[in-house]
């Protein structure tokens, strides 16, 4: 199947600062990511739409002044949490659909721990 | 999009057959049902999808019964490493974002 690769899998950011996360499609394009959001032990939440060429579409209760999606080619979109905080600290995984099936190739994730 | 209810936990022994039932009452026309896995700190993996009847590949078999009103994955004789999460979702449309439920947590024990 498709291959999905997120940078960095881990990081580590002192609070107030920014931190950006990529997700790359490797071997196919996407026109729309999706980013999702993982607590412990919890289930996976969409917090946003990314759209090659245009804004991103945000799920209702996220900043989106806060979490920064720039999706500038069909193979790459970025998340970008601005100004973190500890309560930022999760598991963030994106996802590219197979626009010809139901299939969704998920990347392998990013934890961000916020200090 | 329609809702699924599968149970939070199972637990299971090395080598045994496990069924995980997912329920999804308002299941549409067009809609499919797709199983994913989730291993901690890894992103989902696509395990099985079907419409109706019966699906099997080389991890899994899905068993879908006429009404399409609820779904089984059935795993054959599991192994420690099949410990995850498993998701039952039911997708629509292309390209459309999935809606995730709690998942069934399996545990497998030696």
């Known amino acids: 199947g498709a291959v999905v690769s997120q940078h960095p899998s881990w990081v580590i950011c002192k609070s107030g600062t920014s931190v950006k996360i990529e997700c790359r499609s490797l071997d196919f394009q996407a026109t729309t990511m999706f980013w999702y959001r993982q607590f412990p032990k919890q289930s996976l939440m969409l917090m946003a739409t990314s759209n090659e060429g245009s804004k991103a579409t945000y799920e209702q209760g996220v900043e989106k002044d806060k979490f920064l999606i720039n999706h500038a080619s069909l193979t790459l979109s970025t998340l970008t949490v601005t100004s973190a905080h500890p309560e930022d600290s999760s598991f963030y995984i994106c996802s590219a659909p197979d626009t010809r099936s139901y299939e969704q190739y998920f990347g392998p994730g990013t934890r961000l721990t916020v200090t | 999009l329609a809702k699924t209810t599968q149970p939070i936990s199972m637990d299971s022994y090395e080598g045994q057959e496990v069924n995980i039932t997912c329920s999804h009452n308002?299941?549409?026309?067009?809609?499919?049902i797709t199983w994913y896995q989730q291993f901690p700190s890894q992103g989902p993996r696509f395990i099985i999808q079907g419409y109706k009847t019966k699906v099997t590949n080389e991890v899994a078999s899905l068993f879908i019964p006429a009404d399409r009103k609820s779904s089984t994955l059935s795993l054959p004789r599991v192994s420690l490493s099949d410990t995850a999460v498993y998701y039952c979702?039911?997708?629509?449309?292309?390209?459309?974002?999935?809606?995730f439920g709690p998942g069934t947590r399996l545990s497998v024990l030696p």
């Open positions: 308002n299941i549409a026309t067009n809609d499919y």
């Open positions: 979702l039911v997708v629509g449309n292309y390209g459309q974002n999935f809606v």
